[in-house]
């Protein structure tokens, strides 16, 4: 390529020997340099090769000068020696000679050294371009030059290849690698990098003997933590889960092995008792299904809104008055806490008076439900133990609240003026007062010590104190000990003692609340709201609480959500507050349902803004689902899972119409069935599509994947045409019975199984199922046809000739679309199947018309080698008798 010239150095035109005046130099081009290389076979061979000029830049030829055309190379493969004892070719001596003479003579008559003659020539070109030499000279050297590069150019165009032999081959090699690396980065100025160092990886065969672990095999506690995949546990249907050794935490402390081959498959614990939890979900959802009306959403999914008519009294009717079950008093508590009831107030009324009488009667339904509650831990007659103190005995009925049985027991044992205090319970703020005076007066004389422990516990509680009742301190220093008035007693009846005799009767129940969590977190003696099932000693072992957690009950969790507004559903919806399960979801997703879906009281806390959605009958001017919550949809597959882990199919998808989302609801939906596919019988199958309105195609979809999974193929294809899924039953008919039909030959079925499919909506119809319909066609109907048309003591009819001429012309095209009908070539039956019908549809266009298939097409036709010779006769015999007649 041409070049540029520029110094190293920025020296102007007249230092270089240049005038403007100057008219232009003959351009010269440099000789070319022969360097002598090896071919891939190791043989020498030569390459022309020209050397940069010192201070020269690359650039296009067109933008420099017109050059002429490269001279046109010549095989030289021939080795002289030359007079410096090297070896040369022949051209290349003669040619150095020459151009070393021409130089010498050029240089000698312009007096400038060699190297600077070949940069006059560009000088020319600038001013015929109108450039200012010496700013383009400077411009070269600043855009395209390096003093470095420059200098070893320069060395490099001295050195020459004269001296440039097979010996110097390698130095001038290293060299040009060296001064291309020095000229690409002098001219782009490129950073590179250098690539971070990666260390080898080395693996060793380690024999048995010399292993880390020989002899220790059976030190891997956990080999599903140890190895990963080798080991691990793996879930199933129905919450079963397979696992060796034994199941453990990564820090448990486990005796047994997993270094073993048996394997173990358990189903996991969803609930403390399944026969329980099954029992209590056939109690409470059919309730649920009653009052829950099931219509098809916009884009046609069913989903099951439940009714505002829906209530905790109706849930309270199914257990009897003498049950004191959690689940009894759960739902007790949401009546007296949540349940509209009516005052029984004229429309007139101040609204701040019907406020101030809901208020009141709200607080006495809590009340009434917490003497209910605390009843059997009290005892009905706790007279009948002769061996607790009466004062002690009067005491416990305080802290049921059980007034009027107090009073009997004083009454019973002699202490009247304790009879009359106890009849006061409840009183006003003077009251109160007045025992707060007398138990200062006991303590001031000191005559604390001489009265009984209970009958001062007593008078506390009485006066309103629920921490301890000081005791007085003698002269000596010593002190009379206190006595704790709530020690001992569980939450519920230290949270009555601050209902009943802390608070006034005024007080709101968002006050009384308050007031026993200050006392629980701040006090000592006070207890802490425990889940129910804490408070027994016959807790399941099968679950541990987690690591500071706090779980509270859940009927201190309802309290909570009526006394403080900023509490969610997210926080009473915990498992274990209700049961020891994490995992039985049984009362929070019916808790959730009547208060979120029915009552509207509270939310879970990620639910979206509201979406306005129409009612399912138009009743109500209420959305149905007010935006979207997460929390919500987990919540309804979890207890779908827990009741499909039971075998409740009809109740974990009555479960599952409640998700929010059509999308997540209809998958969810159909995972279910297809899981449960083994169970749907009649009865079943009636019930989900009668109550539960599942489209039937969903059912027959998950009943045919069953069966084909089965093997049973014609079953799950008469399932798919039930369903009304003519799209899965034209792609099964077509991959795996019509060729298994075909094989037989019986064409009626064959007809059948897409007689049923045709007029209805198919992917690629008319290239597959109609193929098959148009192959029982011909073999059905040309056979009579043509004896009807051929025969010669018959009067041809020309509507017969005419459907037969198009039943025979469309064998030509039934041959050119069966091989990508039956394409699999792996499966024998679309081989044998494919021959089959070639073979049929050939022999009748041969007994018809054998000149409609040409040569040409026969070769494409996939078919045996005895069917193509008899078509091959059959089309030369027609030919000869057409050309006879």
Not at 828 to 850: F, G, K, Q, V, W
Request: negative net charge; contains cysteine; hydrophobic residues 40%.
């Amino acid at each position: 390529m041409a070049r540029f010239t520029a110094l190293a150095s920025d020296s102007s035109d007249e230092d270089l020997g240049y005038n403007d005046s100057q008219s232009p130099a003959k351009i010269i081009p440099p000789p070319p340099r022969h360097v002598l290389t090896l071919n891939a076979a190791g043989r020498e061979q030569t390459s022309d090769d020209t050397p940069s000029d010192a201070g020269s830049s690359k650039m296009d030829e067109d933008e420099l000068m017109r050059s002429p055309p490269p001279r046109r190379r010549r095989d030289r493969k021939v080795l002289v020696e030359g007079p410096d004892g090297e070896y040369y070719h022949p051209h290349e001596l003669e040619h150095t000679d020459e151009s070393d003479a021409e130089s010498s003579s050029r240089s000698s008559s312009d007096g400038v050294p060699p190297h600077q003659s070949r940069d006059a020539s560009l000088m020319p070109w600038a001013q015929q371009a109108g450039v200012d030499t010496q700013r383009l000279h400077v411009m070269q050297a600043s855009f395209f030059r390096a003093p470095e590069e420059a200098e070893a150019l320069r060395q490099l165009d001295t050195a020459g290849p004269s001296g440039l032999g097979i010996r110097g081959l390698c130095s001038w090699s290293s060299s040009l690698e060296h001064l291309i690396h020095i000229q690409q980065k002098a001219l782009f100025s490129l950073d590179i990098l250098a690539a971070d160092f990666r260390p080898l990886r080395k693996y060793a065969r380690v024999e048995a003997a010399s292993s880390f672990v020989s002899g220790a095999e059976g030190a891997f506690v956990d080999a599903g933590l140890a190895f990963g995949r080798s080991f691990r546990a793996g879930w199933g249907p129905g919450g079963s889960l397979v696992y060796v050794g034994r199941i453990c935490g990564p820090y448990g402390d486990c005796k047994t092995t997993a270094n073993t081959p048996i394997v173990t498959k358990s189903v996991f614990p969803v609930s403390h008792s399944d026969e329980e939890a099954e029992i209590l979900s056939g109690k409470l959802l059919p309730l649920h299904l009653s009052r829950t009306p099931i219509a098809f959403d916009s884009d046609g999914v069913p989903f099951a809104n439940p009714s505002r008519d829906l209530h905790f009294a109706a849930f309270t009717e199914l257990f009897p008055a003498s049950d004191h079950s959690f689940e009894a008093l759960l739902f007790r508590l949401g009546h007296a806490l949540f349940d509209d009831f009516d005052l029984c107030l004229h429309s007139s009324v101040d609204v701040d008076v019907k406020n101030r009488a809901y208020a009141v009667r709200r607080k006495a339904a809590l009340s009434s439900w917490l003497e209910d509650a605390i009843a059997p831990t009290v005892g009905a007659d706790p007279r009948r133990d002769s061996g607790i103190a009466p004062a002690a005995q009067i005491f416990e009925l305080l802290t049921g609240h059980q007034v009027e049985q107090a009073c009997d027991v004083a009454v019973a044992t002699g202490n009247l003026r304790l009879a009359v205090l106890i009849a006061e319970t409840g009183g006003d703020q003077p009251f109160r007062d007045f025992l707060d005076h007398q138990l200062e007066l006991w303590r001031d004389q000191r005559v604390d010590v001489h009265i009984d422990a209970d009958i001062r516990r007593i008078y506390g509680l009485l006066a309103g104190y629920l921490d301890k009742v000081e005791g007085s301190t003698n002269p000596n220093g010593e002190k009379n000990p206190d006595i704790p008035i709530a020690q001992g007693l569980d939450w519920k009846r230290v949270f009555g003692l601050h209902l009943w005799y802390a608070s006034r009767l005024d007080a709101p129940i968002a006050q009384v609340f308050d007031a026993y969590e200050q006392s629980w977190k701040e006090g000592e003696n006070t207890a802490i709201p425990v889940p129910h099932y804490h408070e027994s000693t016959s807790a399941s072992p099968l679950w541990g609480s987690p690591p500071n957690s706090r779980v509270y009950d859940a009927l201190y969790n309802f309290i909570r959500l009526y006394a403080d507004p900023e509490c969610t559903l997210s926080t009473i919806c915990d498992p274990l507050s209700y049961t020891p399960s994490p995992a039985d979801y049984t009362l929070p997703w019916h808790i959730y349902i009547l208060l979120s879906r029915c009552m509207r009281v509270r939310d879970f806390a990620d639910r979206d803004e509201l979406a306005d959605v129409m009612d399912h009958d138009g009743d109500y001017d209420y959305p149905a689902v007010e935006g979207h919550s997460p929390s919500a949809d987990l919540l309804a597959s979890s207890y779908a899972h827990q009741l499909e882990r039971l075998g409740l199919v009809q109740e974990a998808t009555f479960v599952l119409l409640h998700i929010e989302s059509s999308v997540g609801r209809e998958k969810a939906v159909r995972d279910l069935l297809l899981r449960s596919a083994p169970k749907l019988d009649d009865w079943m199958t009636r019930g989900l599509a009668g109550s539960l309105k599942i489209p039937l195609a969903w059912i027959n979809e998950a009943m045919a994947t069953h069966h084909l999974n089965n093997g049973s193929i014609y079953e799950a294809y008469q399932l798919y045409l039930r369903g009304g899924l003519y799209n899965a039953a034209h792609e099964l008919a077509v991959l795996e019975l019509a060729p298994e039909v075909a094989i037989r030959d019986d064409i009626v079925l064959l007809q059948s199984l897409f007689e049923k499919i045709d007029g209805h909506p198919v992917d690629s119809w008319h290239v597959r199922g109609k193929a098959y319909l148009d192959y029982a066609a011909v073999m059905t109907k040309i056979p009579g046809l043509r004896a009807r048309v051929q025969d010669p003591d018959i009067v041809p009819d020309a509507s017969e000739a005419r459907e037969l001429d198009e039943l025979v012309r469309n064998i030509p095209k039934l041959l050119g679309i069966l091989p990508d009908l039956l394409c699999d070539r792996g499966n024998p039956r679309h081989c044998a199947a494919l021959s089959e019908m070639t073979a049929n549809l050939t022999r009748e266009l041969d007994l018809t018309r054998p000149s409609l298939l040409s040569s040409n097409q026969l070769r494409a036709v996939i078919t045996d080698e005895s069917t193509k010779l008899q078509h091959l006769q059959a089309s030369i015999a027609d030919r000869f008798l057409s050309s006879l007649r």
